[in-house]
């Protein structure tokens, strides 16, 4: 079974910077998108960054400009460094990812990390 599990978060005060991991685990398996997501509360869990197995990479309007998402497919591993904090930054952090678990025979997966929390405040 594929694992994803998340690390990195934290109490950071505004403006600051918060680098986020996400790391895929399992027996025999391939990643292919890889995102991340987030959800504060009492709002809707929502997409912040993806980036494809090439490296194509899409953000919300939000964060634009202030978060970067990267991955290292060799640790089958994804990134997002998150600069110029924002108290409505505030929210757990998902790790979202599509791909195959050889090993268990399943193809077309979608798999979700447990989340980090993220709190921006002074």
């Known amino acids: 079974q594929v694992q994803l599990v998340e690390s990195g978060g934290g109490l950071v005060q505004p403006g600051g910077s918060l680098r986020l991991s996400c790391a895929a685990s399992g027996s025999s398996f391939s990643i292919r998108r890889m995102g991340w997501y987030r959800q504060a509360p009492g709002k809707q869990r929502e997409l912040v960054a993806a980036?494809?197995?090439?490296?194509?990479?899409n953000y919300a309007d939000s964060v634009k400009g202030r978060f970067t998402i990267s991955r290292d497919n060799a640790k089958n591993t994804v990134y997002l460094q998150m600069n110029s904090l924002k108290p409505e930054d505030t929210a757990v952090y998902y790790c979202n990812a599509d791909g195959d678990d050889y090993a268990g025979g399943k193809y077309g997966m979608n798999y979700w990390g447990k989340g980090t929390l993220v709190t921006v405040s002074s």
């Open positions: 980036i494809s197995s090439g490296g194509r990479t």
